[in-house]
Protein backbone atom coordinates (compact mmCIF):
# COMPACT_ATOMS: atom_id res chain seq x y z
CA UNK A 1 0.00 0.00 0.00
CA UNK A 2 1.25 3.33 -1.21
CA UNK A 3 1.27 6.80 0.78
CA UNK A 4 -0.79 9.41 -0.99
CA UNK A 5 0.44 12.85 -1.79
CA UNK A 6 -0.67 16.06 -3.39
CA UNK A 7 1.34 18.91 -3.73
CA UNK A 8 -0.16 21.75 -2.18
CA UNK A 9 -1.31 24.10 -3.94
CA UNK A 10 0.12 27.22 -1.80
CA UNK A 11 3.92 25.66 -0.35
CA UNK A 12 3.72 26.35 2.93
CA UNK A 13 6.35 29.01 4.25
CA UNK A 14 9.13 26.84 5.99
CA UNK A 15 10.15 27.11 9.16
CA UNK A 16 6.60 28.88 9.49
CA UNK A 17 6.59 32.77 10.26
CA UNK A 18 6.31 33.70 14.25
CA UNK A 19 7.13 30.17 15.81
CA UNK A 20 7.86 29.61 19.43
CA UNK A 21 10.02 27.19 19.36
CA UNK A 22 11.69 24.47 17.08
CA UNK A 23 11.87 20.86 18.00
CA UNK A 24 13.44 18.28 16.61
CA UNK A 25 11.43 15.04 15.94
CA UNK A 26 12.50 11.10 16.03
CA UNK A 27 10.35 7.77 15.47
CA UNK A 28 9.42 8.16 19.34
CA UNK A 29 7.26 11.76 18.31
CA UNK A 30 3.65 11.59 16.45
CA UNK A 31 1.39 14.75 16.06
CA UNK A 32 -0.56 13.11 19.34
CA UNK A 33 2.42 13.20 21.65
CA UNK A 34 3.30 16.91 20.52
CA UNK A 35 0.46 18.38 20.62
CA UNK A 36 0.05 17.04 24.48
CA UNK A 37 3.99 17.97 24.91
CA UNK A 38 3.61 21.78 24.21
CA UNK A 39 -0.17 22.22 25.78
CA UNK A 40 -2.50 21.78 22.20
CA UNK A 41 -5.89 19.43 22.78
CA UNK A 42 -5.92 19.26 18.89
CA UNK A 43 -3.16 17.46 16.77
CA UNK A 44 -4.22 19.34 14.01
CA UNK A 45 -3.18 22.81 15.06
CA UNK A 46 -0.06 21.59 14.96
CA UNK A 47 -0.25 20.52 11.58
CA UNK A 48 -2.03 23.59 10.05
CA UNK A 49 0.60 26.21 11.84
CA UNK A 50 3.72 23.56 10.30
CA UNK A 51 2.13 22.99 6.93
CA UNK A 52 -0.90 24.94 6.50
CA UNK A 53 -3.40 22.25 5.18
CA UNK A 54 -5.93 19.89 6.73
CA UNK A 55 -5.75 17.73 3.76
CA UNK A 56 -3.86 14.24 4.53
CA UNK A 57 -2.46 13.96 0.94
CA UNK A 58 -1.01 17.31 1.47
CA UNK A 59 0.33 16.83 4.78
CA UNK A 60 2.20 13.75 3.36
CA UNK A 61 3.46 15.78 0.60
CA UNK A 62 5.17 18.26 2.92
CA UNK A 63 6.01 15.19 5.63
CA UNK A 64 8.09 13.95 1.95
CA UNK A 65 9.16 16.89 0.25
CA UNK A 66 9.96 19.02 3.71
CA UNK A 67 10.78 17.01 6.87
CA UNK A 68 12.08 13.98 4.33
CA UNK A 69 9.52 11.28 5.59
CA UNK A 70 10.72 7.88 4.32
CA UNK A 71 9.49 6.02 7.08
CA UNK A 72 5.73 4.78 7.05
CA UNK A 73 3.02 4.37 9.45
CA UNK A 74 1.35 0.58 10.38
CA UNK A 75 -1.21 0.85 7.71
CA UNK A 76 1.25 2.28 4.84
CA UNK A 77 -0.98 4.84 3.96
CA UNK A 78 0.79 8.25 5.99
CA UNK A 79 4.40 8.84 6.90
CA UNK A 80 5.67 9.38 10.27
CA UNK A 81 9.09 10.69 11.75
CA UNK A 82 11.94 9.19 12.24
CA UNK A 83 14.38 6.73 10.32
CA UNK A 84 14.86 6.26 7.89
CA UNK A 85 14.38 9.72 6.54
CA UNK A 86 16.84 12.14 4.49
CA UNK A 87 17.50 15.01 6.91
CA UNK A 88 17.22 15.56 10.74
CA UNK A 89 13.51 16.27 11.36
CA UNK A 90 12.48 19.42 13.24
CA UNK A 91 8.51 20.85 13.79
CA UNK A 92 7.99 24.22 15.07
CA UNK A 93 5.53 25.42 17.71
CA UNK A 94 3.50 27.84 17.62
CA UNK A 95 2.99 30.64 20.63
CA UNK A 96 0.67 29.73 23.09
CA UNK A 97 -2.26 32.59 21.85
CA UNK A 98 -2.35 30.97 18.06
CA UNK A 99 -5.37 29.41 16.63
CA UNK A 100 -5.24 27.75 13.34
CA UNK A 101 -7.23 29.70 10.34
CA UNK A 102 -10.69 29.85 10.53
CA UNK A 103 -12.97 29.58 6.96
CA UNK A 104 -14.01 33.12 7.35
CA UNK A 105 -10.05 34.03 7.44
CA UNK A 106 -9.79 32.12 4.19
CA UNK A 107 -12.94 34.10 3.37
CA UNK A 108 -10.53 37.60 4.03
CA UNK A 109 -7.90 36.14 2.14
CA UNK A 110 -9.53 35.18 -1.20
CA UNK A 111 -11.32 38.92 -0.74
CA UNK A 112 -7.77 40.43 -0.21
CA UNK A 113 -6.02 38.77 -2.94
CA UNK A 114 -8.66 39.67 -5.26
CA UNK A 115 -9.20 43.38 -4.45
CA UNK A 116 -4.92 43.54 -4.45
CA UNK A 117 -4.83 41.35 -8.09
CA UNK A 118 -7.59 43.18 -9.77
CA UNK A 119 -7.06 44.96 -12.87
CA UNK A 120 -7.92 48.69 -10.67
CA UNK A 121 -5.12 48.43 -8.56
CA UNK A 122 -2.74 47.08 -11.08
CA UNK A 123 -2.95 51.01 -12.64
CA UNK A 124 -2.56 52.61 -9.61
CA UNK A 125 0.35 54.72 -9.90
CA UNK A 126 1.76 57.49 -7.32
CA UNK A 127 5.08 59.41 -6.57
CA UNK A 128 5.02 62.14 -4.23
CA UNK A 129 7.40 64.22 -3.97
CA UNK A 130 5.98 66.04 -0.42
CA UNK A 131 6.55 62.63 1.00
CA UNK A 132 9.50 61.09 -1.26
CA UNK A 133 7.36 58.10 -1.26
CA UNK A 134 6.17 56.16 -4.60
CA UNK A 135 4.52 53.17 -5.70
CA UNK A 136 3.37 51.35 -8.92
CA UNK A 137 1.55 48.81 -10.29
CA UNK A 138 4.14 46.52 -10.23
CA UNK A 139 4.90 47.22 -6.61
CA UNK A 140 0.75 46.05 -5.95
CA UNK A 141 1.74 43.18 -8.60
CA UNK A 142 4.19 41.71 -5.87
CA UNK A 143 2.24 42.15 -3.09
CA UNK A 144 -0.65 40.44 -5.06
CA UNK A 145 1.69 37.81 -5.61
CA UNK A 146 3.02 37.82 -1.81
CA UNK A 147 -0.95 37.19 -0.96
CA UNK A 148 -1.32 34.36 -3.38
CA UNK A 149 1.49 32.77 -1.78
CA UNK A 150 0.34 33.04 1.53
CA UNK A 151 3.29 35.14 2.54
CA UNK A 152 0.94 37.71 3.49
CA UNK A 153 -1.98 36.27 5.26
CA UNK A 154 -5.31 38.08 5.76
CA UNK A 155 -7.34 37.55 9.00
CA UNK A 156 -11.48 38.38 9.52
CA UNK A 157 -11.92 40.40 12.70
CA UNK A 158 -15.33 41.76 13.09
CA UNK A 159 -14.10 43.17 16.83
CA UNK A 160 -10.91 45.24 15.29
CA UNK A 161 -10.62 48.74 16.14
CA UNK A 162 -10.11 50.16 12.44
CA UNK A 163 -11.80 48.80 8.96
CA UNK A 164 -8.82 46.90 8.30
CA UNK A 165 -4.57 47.27 9.48
CA UNK A 166 -1.52 45.70 8.20
CA UNK A 167 0.74 44.28 11.10
CA UNK A 168 4.27 44.47 9.94
CA UNK A 169 5.20 41.85 12.37
CA UNK A 170 2.98 38.45 11.39
CA UNK A 171 2.87 40.51 7.44
CA UNK A 172 -0.77 39.83 7.76
CA UNK A 173 -4.14 42.19 7.01
CA UNK A 174 -6.81 41.92 8.93
CA UNK A 175 -10.35 43.33 7.99
CA UNK A 176 -13.24 44.21 10.27
CA UNK A 177 -15.77 42.59 7.48
CA UNK A 178 -15.75 40.95 4.13
CA UNK A 179 -15.80 43.98 1.08
CA UNK A 180 -18.77 44.12 -0.44
CA UNK A 181 -17.99 48.08 -1.84
CA UNK A 182 -15.55 49.66 -3.46
CA UNK A 183 -15.41 51.96 -0.34
CA UNK A 184 -14.22 48.88 1.63
CA UNK A 185 -11.84 47.47 -0.98
CA UNK A 186 -10.00 50.81 -0.83
CA UNK A 187 -9.08 50.12 3.03
CA UNK A 188 -7.69 46.96 2.29
CA UNK A 189 -5.34 49.00 -0.88
CA UNK A 190 -4.74 51.96 1.94
CA UNK A 191 -3.08 48.82 3.86
CA UNK A 192 -1.68 46.61 0.88
CA UNK A 193 0.30 50.22 0.56
CA UNK A 194 2.17 49.56 3.87
CA UNK A 195 2.55 45.94 3.03
CA UNK A 196 4.63 47.03 -0.23
CA UNK A 197 6.55 49.61 1.93
CA UNK A 198 7.25 46.61 4.95
CA UNK A 199 8.25 44.40 1.55
CA UNK A 200 10.69 47.13 0.20
CA UNK A 201 12.30 47.19 3.78
CA UNK A 202 14.44 44.61 2.65
CA UNK A 203 15.62 46.22 -0.45
CA UNK A 204 16.52 49.49 1.64
CA UNK A 205 13.70 51.37 1.16
CA UNK A 206 12.52 53.71 3.98
CA UNK A 207 10.06 55.44 5.36
CA UNK A 208 8.70 57.51 8.32
CA UNK A 209 5.10 57.00 9.79
CA UNK A 210 3.93 60.55 8.78
CA UNK A 211 4.75 60.08 5.41
CA UNK A 212 3.46 56.52 4.76
CA UNK A 213 0.25 57.18 6.38
CA UNK A 214 -0.44 59.98 3.87
CA UNK A 215 0.70 58.76 0.86
CA UNK A 216 -1.42 55.54 1.60
CA UNK A 217 -4.37 57.91 1.87
CA UNK A 218 -3.79 59.60 -1.26
CA UNK A 219 -3.41 55.90 -3.34
CA UNK A 220 -6.86 54.82 -1.21
CA UNK A 221 -8.60 58.18 -2.53
CA UNK A 222 -6.95 57.17 -6.23
CA UNK A 223 -8.27 54.35 -5.78
CA UNK A 224 -11.97 55.65 -5.18
CA UNK A 225 -11.45 57.99 -7.21
CA UNK A 226 -11.79 55.29 -10.88
CA UNK A 227 -15.21 54.53 -9.57
CA UNK A 228 -16.22 57.77 -8.25
CA UNK A 229 -14.37 60.59 -10.43
CA UNK A 230 -13.24 63.55 -9.08
CA UNK A 231 -16.07 64.91 -7.27
CA UNK A 232 -16.65 64.11 -3.48
CA UNK A 233 -19.67 61.47 -3.55
CA UNK A 234 -22.93 63.62 -2.08
CA UNK A 235 -23.48 59.91 -0.43
CA UNK A 236 -20.51 60.88 2.17
CA UNK A 237 -21.67 63.74 3.72
CA UNK A 238 -22.08 62.01 7.01
CA UNK A 239 -19.44 62.15 9.65
CA UNK A 240 -17.08 58.89 9.59
CA UNK A 241 -13.46 58.14 10.64
CA UNK A 242 -11.31 59.91 9.58
CA UNK A 243 -12.97 62.13 7.28
CA UNK A 244 -11.40 65.29 7.63
CA UNK A 245 -8.33 63.06 6.39
CA UNK A 246 -10.26 61.55 3.46
CA UNK A 247 -11.19 64.90 2.18
CA UNK A 248 -7.39 66.57 2.52
CA UNK A 249 -6.26 62.83 0.29
CA UNK A 250 -9.21 63.51 -2.42
CA UNK A 251 -7.81 66.95 -2.95
CA UNK A 252 -4.36 65.52 -3.56
CA UNK A 253 -5.31 62.77 -5.10
CA UNK A 254 -7.23 65.37 -7.54
CA UNK A 255 -4.06 67.67 -8.38
CA UNK A 256 -1.90 63.96 -8.64
CA UNK A 257 -4.45 63.45 -11.69
CA UNK A 258 -4.73 67.24 -12.83
CA UNK A 259 -1.52 68.14 -15.31
CA UNK A 260 0.08 71.01 -12.76
CA UNK A 261 2.55 69.57 -10.23
CA UNK A 262 1.19 69.32 -6.75
CA UNK A 263 1.10 71.88 -4.58
CA UNK A 264 2.64 71.51 -1.28
CA UNK A 265 -0.25 73.07 0.46
CA UNK A 266 -2.61 70.73 -0.52
CA UNK A 267 0.24 67.96 1.04
CA UNK A 268 0.76 70.15 3.89
CA UNK A 269 -2.93 70.04 4.98
CA UNK A 270 -3.58 66.48 4.52
CA UNK A 271 -0.74 66.11 7.23
CA UNK A 272 -1.76 68.26 9.37
CA UNK A 273 -5.86 66.71 8.91
CA UNK A 274 -4.00 63.13 9.82
CA UNK A 275 -2.21 64.39 12.47
CA UNK A 276 -5.27 65.90 14.13
CA UNK A 277 -7.15 62.04 13.17
CA UNK A 278 -7.57 59.83 15.96
CA UNK A 279 -5.10 57.90 13.96
CA UNK A 280 -2.54 60.22 13.92
CA UNK A 281 -2.94 61.51 16.89
CA UNK A 282 0.93 61.50 18.85
CA UNK A 283 2.38 60.34 15.85
CA UNK A 284 6.03 62.02 15.75
CA UNK A 285 7.73 63.44 12.96
CA UNK A 286 10.36 60.94 12.93
CA UNK A 287 8.84 58.16 14.02
CA UNK A 288 8.92 54.71 11.44
CA UNK A 289 6.23 52.39 10.80
CA UNK A 290 8.31 49.07 12.36
CA UNK A 291 8.69 47.89 8.71
CA UNK A 292 11.14 44.80 9.05
CA UNK A 293 10.35 43.26 5.44
CA UNK A 294 8.36 39.89 4.38
CA UNK A 295 9.89 37.03 3.83
ZN1 LIG B 1 -2.53 53.39 7.28
Given at each position: MGVKLREPLVRPVWPPKGYAK?????EDDDW??????????DPWDLIVFNFGTRNPDEVNWCLHHILGCRRKSKDGKNYD?????????YIYIPPAGWKPPTTADDDAWERVRS????????????SLFAYKLSISGHDFGKIGYLLNT???????????LHAAEYLPGS??????????????????????????FDYRHSFGVRSY???????????????LQKFYGGTWPSGWSHEFEA??????AWKVANAVRGPDPVHPDLTDALMTAYKASNAGNGVGLLDRPGHNGIR
Open positions: RVEVTWILSAVHGRTFGAPCTIRQTINSATVKTLNLKRITAKLDPTHDQIIIKLLPSDPIDRSHIVHEAVHASQLDEECFAYVVQMLYKATWQA
